[in-house]
Protein backbone atom coordinates (compact mmCIF):
# COMPACT_ATOMS: atom_id res chain seq x y z
CA UNK A 1 0.00 0.00 0.00
CA UNK A 2 1.57 3.38 -1.07
CA UNK A 3 1.64 6.09 1.99
CA UNK A 4 -1.26 8.01 0.53
CA UNK A 5 -3.57 4.86 1.12
CA UNK A 6 -3.68 5.74 5.02
CA UNK A 7 -5.42 8.15 4.26
CA UNK A 8 -7.59 6.83 2.64
CA UNK A 9 -8.68 3.61 4.75
CA UNK A 10 -11.49 5.14 5.79
CA UNK A 11 -13.44 4.55 2.31
CA UNK A 12 -13.34 1.17 3.20
CA UNK A 13 -15.32 1.17 5.80
CA UNK A 14 -18.07 1.85 4.10
CA UNK A 15 -20.15 -1.31 3.21
CA UNK A 16 -20.65 -2.65 -0.48
CA UNK A 17 -24.11 -2.87 -0.15
CA UNK A 18 -24.06 1.05 1.23
CA UNK A 19 -22.95 2.36 -2.01
CA UNK A 20 -25.31 3.37 -4.72
CA UNK A 21 -24.60 2.74 -8.47
CA UNK A 22 -26.10 6.34 -8.58
CA UNK A 23 -23.69 7.66 -6.05
CA UNK A 24 -20.84 5.88 -7.04
CA UNK A 25 -21.25 7.31 -10.66
CA UNK A 26 -22.02 10.53 -9.10
CA UNK A 27 -18.81 10.39 -6.79
CA UNK A 28 -16.87 9.48 -9.91
CA UNK A 29 -17.92 12.05 -12.45
CA UNK A 30 -17.45 15.05 -9.19
CA UNK A 31 -13.62 13.92 -8.85
CA UNK A 32 -13.01 13.61 -12.79
CA UNK A 33 -14.69 17.06 -12.95
CA UNK A 34 -12.48 18.95 -9.84
CA UNK A 35 -9.55 16.90 -11.96
CA UNK A 36 -9.90 18.83 -15.01
CA UNK A 37 -10.87 22.06 -14.02
CA UNK A 38 -7.83 21.97 -11.30
CA UNK A 39 -5.57 21.08 -14.51
CA UNK A 40 -7.03 23.54 -16.32
CA UNK A 41 -5.57 26.17 -14.10
CA UNK A 42 -2.55 26.55 -16.24
CA UNK A 43 0.60 28.32 -13.51
CA UNK A 44 2.77 28.85 -17.20
CA UNK A 45 0.21 30.90 -18.87
CA UNK A 46 -0.92 32.56 -15.66
CA UNK A 47 2.72 33.54 -14.57
CA UNK A 48 4.08 34.55 -18.06
CA UNK A 49 0.97 36.93 -18.61
CA UNK A 50 0.99 38.32 -15.28
CA UNK A 51 4.34 38.93 -14.24
CA UNK A 52 6.00 39.20 -17.40
CA UNK A 53 2.99 40.85 -19.77
CA UNK A 54 3.62 37.94 -22.28
CA UNK A 55 2.13 34.55 -23.39
CA UNK A 56 4.37 31.78 -23.06
CA UNK A 57 2.64 29.73 -25.57
CA UNK A 58 4.05 32.20 -28.29
CA UNK A 59 7.34 31.83 -27.34
CA UNK A 60 10.57 28.85 -27.22
CA UNK A 61 8.43 25.85 -27.79
CA UNK A 62 5.29 26.84 -27.83
CA UNK A 63 4.26 24.99 -25.00
CA UNK A 64 2.72 25.86 -21.29
CA UNK A 65 4.85 23.74 -18.92
CA UNK A 66 7.67 24.14 -17.02
CA UNK A 67 10.64 23.56 -19.46
CA UNK A 68 9.83 25.98 -21.86
CA UNK A 69 9.37 28.73 -19.12
CA UNK A 70 12.96 27.79 -18.21
CA UNK A 71 13.83 28.56 -21.37
CA UNK A 72 12.13 31.57 -21.89
CA UNK A 73 11.95 33.47 -18.63
CA UNK A 74 13.95 32.47 -16.09
CA UNK A 75 14.60 30.67 -13.35
CA UNK A 76 11.83 31.93 -11.27
CA UNK A 77 9.24 31.91 -13.41
CA UNK A 78 10.07 27.52 -13.74
CA UNK A 79 10.79 26.75 -10.72
CA UNK A 80 7.28 28.61 -9.88
CA UNK A 81 5.42 26.88 -12.84
CA UNK A 82 7.17 23.54 -11.63
CA UNK A 83 5.70 24.14 -7.90
CA UNK A 84 2.28 25.27 -8.83
CA UNK A 85 2.02 22.07 -11.26
CA UNK A 86 3.17 20.03 -8.86
CA UNK A 87 0.42 21.08 -6.14
CA UNK A 88 -2.46 21.25 -8.41
CA UNK A 89 -1.94 17.61 -9.47
CA UNK A 90 -1.32 16.69 -5.62
CA UNK A 91 -4.89 17.87 -4.78
CA UNK A 92 -6.27 16.40 -7.36
CA UNK A 93 -5.05 13.03 -6.38
CA UNK A 94 -5.45 13.86 -2.67
CA UNK A 95 -9.05 14.65 -3.52
CA UNK A 96 -9.73 11.45 -5.51
CA UNK A 97 -7.88 8.62 -2.87
CA UNK A 98 -9.99 10.17 0.30
CA UNK A 99 -13.11 10.17 -1.69
CA UNK A 100 -12.66 6.52 -3.63
CA UNK A 101 -9.32 5.09 -2.36
CA UNK A 102 -6.74 4.07 -5.93
CA UNK A 103 -9.52 4.84 -8.71
CA UNK A 104 -10.61 8.08 -7.58
CA UNK A 105 -6.78 8.69 -7.13
CA UNK A 106 -6.16 7.65 -10.90
CA UNK A 107 -9.15 9.11 -12.40
CA UNK A 108 -8.13 12.78 -10.81
CA UNK A 109 -4.57 12.11 -11.82
CA UNK A 110 -5.54 11.61 -15.23
CA UNK A 111 -8.17 14.47 -15.73
CA UNK A 112 -6.06 16.86 -14.13
CA UNK A 113 -3.07 15.70 -16.83
CA UNK A 114 -6.29 16.10 -19.58
CA UNK A 115 -7.19 19.58 -18.05
CA UNK A 116 -3.63 20.79 -18.22
CA UNK A 117 -2.95 19.48 -21.64
CA UNK A 118 -6.61 21.33 -22.68
CA UNK A 119 -7.31 24.09 -20.31
CA UNK A 120 -10.86 25.34 -20.66
CA UNK A 121 -9.81 28.61 -19.32
CA UNK A 122 -7.07 28.69 -21.86
CA UNK A 123 -8.60 28.40 -25.25
CA UNK A 124 -7.66 24.33 -24.32
CA UNK A 125 -4.27 24.80 -25.51
CA UNK A 126 -2.15 23.54 -22.61
CA UNK A 127 0.99 21.91 -21.44
CA UNK A 128 2.68 18.11 -22.15
CA UNK A 129 1.76 17.04 -19.07
CA UNK A 130 5.33 15.60 -17.57
CA UNK A 131 5.10 17.36 -14.23
CA UNK A 132 1.18 16.59 -13.58
CA UNK A 133 1.88 12.86 -14.32
CA UNK A 134 5.22 13.18 -12.33
CA UNK A 135 3.49 14.23 -9.62
CA UNK A 136 0.34 11.40 -9.50
CA UNK A 137 2.55 8.91 -10.25
CA UNK A 138 4.76 9.50 -7.28
CA UNK A 139 1.79 10.16 -4.88
CA UNK A 140 -0.64 6.63 -6.21
CA UNK A 141 2.85 4.57 -6.32
CA UNK A 142 6.26 5.64 -5.33
CA UNK A 143 8.29 2.40 -6.42
CA UNK A 144 7.03 2.64 -9.85
CA UNK A 145 8.08 6.25 -10.21
CA UNK A 146 11.52 5.28 -8.37
CA UNK A 147 11.89 3.24 -11.38
CA UNK A 148 10.31 5.26 -14.16
CA UNK A 149 12.95 7.84 -13.05
CA UNK A 150 15.88 6.38 -13.39
CA UNK A 151 15.28 5.41 -16.84
CA UNK A 152 14.42 9.71 -17.28
CA UNK A 153 18.05 10.27 -16.02
CA UNK A 154 19.38 7.54 -17.65
CA UNK A 155 17.96 8.89 -20.78
CA UNK A 156 18.60 12.71 -19.98
CA UNK A 157 22.31 11.78 -19.36
CA UNK A 158 22.77 10.17 -22.77
CA UNK A 159 20.86 12.47 -24.70
CA UNK A 160 20.48 15.92 -22.70
CA UNK A 161 16.84 16.38 -24.33
CA UNK A 162 14.05 16.05 -21.97
CA UNK A 163 11.77 15.71 -24.42
CA UNK A 164 13.39 12.66 -25.48
CA UNK A 165 13.83 11.37 -21.67
CA UNK A 166 10.24 12.51 -20.91
CA UNK A 167 9.11 10.18 -23.92
CA UNK A 168 10.96 7.48 -23.08
CA UNK A 169 9.72 7.30 -19.59
CA UNK A 170 6.23 7.32 -20.44
CA UNK A 171 6.88 4.46 -23.11
CA UNK A 172 7.83 2.52 -20.20
CA UNK A 173 5.02 3.55 -17.58
CA UNK A 174 2.63 1.17 -18.25
CA UNK A 175 5.87 -1.94 -18.53
CA UNK A 176 6.60 -0.67 -14.87
CA UNK A 177 3.11 -0.80 -13.47
CA UNK A 178 2.47 -4.41 -15.31
CA UNK A 179 5.63 -5.62 -13.58
CA UNK A 180 5.13 -4.59 -10.02
CA UNK A 181 1.54 -5.96 -10.35
CA UNK A 182 2.88 -9.33 -10.50
CA UNK A 183 4.08 -9.43 -7.43
CA UNK A 184 2.67 -6.76 -5.34
CA UNK A 185 -0.66 -7.77 -3.09
CA UNK A 186 -3.46 -5.48 -4.09
CA UNK A 187 -2.68 -4.99 -7.33
CA UNK A 188 -6.10 -4.83 -10.14
CA UNK A 189 -5.70 -4.28 -13.97
CA UNK A 190 -6.77 -0.60 -13.53
CA UNK A 191 -3.69 0.41 -12.80
CA UNK A 192 -2.66 -0.44 -16.08
CA UNK A 193 -5.36 0.86 -17.71
CA UNK A 194 -5.07 3.96 -16.38
CA UNK A 195 -1.32 4.01 -16.81
CA UNK A 196 -1.63 3.33 -20.44
CA UNK A 197 -4.25 6.29 -20.87
CA UNK A 198 -1.74 8.40 -19.31
CA UNK A 199 1.13 7.28 -21.25
CA UNK A 200 -0.64 8.11 -24.57
CA UNK A 201 -1.86 11.61 -23.49
CA UNK A 202 2.05 12.38 -22.49
CA UNK A 203 3.30 10.91 -25.80
CA UNK A 204 0.99 12.50 -28.18
CA UNK A 205 1.17 15.45 -26.38
CA UNK A 206 4.88 15.48 -27.51
CA UNK A 207 4.13 14.37 -31.44
CA UNK A 208 5.88 17.48 -32.56
CA UNK A 209 8.84 17.10 -30.49
CA UNK A 210 8.98 13.14 -31.98
CA UNK A 211 8.85 14.89 -35.30
CA UNK A 212 11.99 17.20 -34.19
CA UNK A 213 13.62 14.37 -32.77
CA UNK A 214 13.67 12.10 -36.19
CA UNK A 215 14.88 15.31 -38.26
CA UNK A 216 17.77 15.87 -35.02
CA UNK A 217 16.58 19.64 -34.66
CA UNK A 218 15.30 18.96 -31.12
CA UNK A 219 17.02 21.19 -28.78
CA UNK A 220 19.33 20.10 -25.66
CA UNK A 221 19.57 21.32 -22.91
CA UNK A 222 23.35 23.50 -22.74
CA UNK A 223 24.12 23.91 -19.24
CA UNK A 224 25.43 27.57 -18.10
CA UNK A 225 24.63 28.65 -21.13
CA UNK A 226 21.65 31.16 -21.55
CA UNK A 227 19.02 30.91 -24.31
CA UNK A 228 17.47 33.62 -26.62
CA UNK A 229 13.86 33.96 -26.29
CA UNK A 230 12.50 34.65 -29.50
CA UNK A 231 9.18 34.79 -30.61
CA UNK A 232 7.39 31.13 -31.65
CA UNK A 233 5.95 33.39 -35.14
Same mark, same amino acid.
Given at each position: @? *??????? #????????????????????????? %? +????????????????????????????? /????????????????????? $????? #?????????????? +???????????? !????????????????????????? $??????????????????????????? &? /??????? @????? *??????? &????? #?? *? #?????????? !????? !???? $?????? %??????? $??????
Amino acid at each position: @M *SYLGYLG #LFVEKIPPEARSPWLTAGVLLLIAL %V +GYLLGSVNPAVIISRKKYGKDVREYGSGN /AGMTNMFRCFGKTAGFLTLAF $DSLKA #LVAVGIGYLVFGAT +GAYLGGFFCLLG !HSFPVFFGFMGGKGVIVSAITILFI $DPLVFAAIAVIFGLMFLATRIVSASSI &T /AAFFYPA @MVYAF *SRFLPGR &TGLET #LF *S #LLIAILVIAM !HRENI !HRLM $DRTEKK %VEFGKKK $DKKNKK
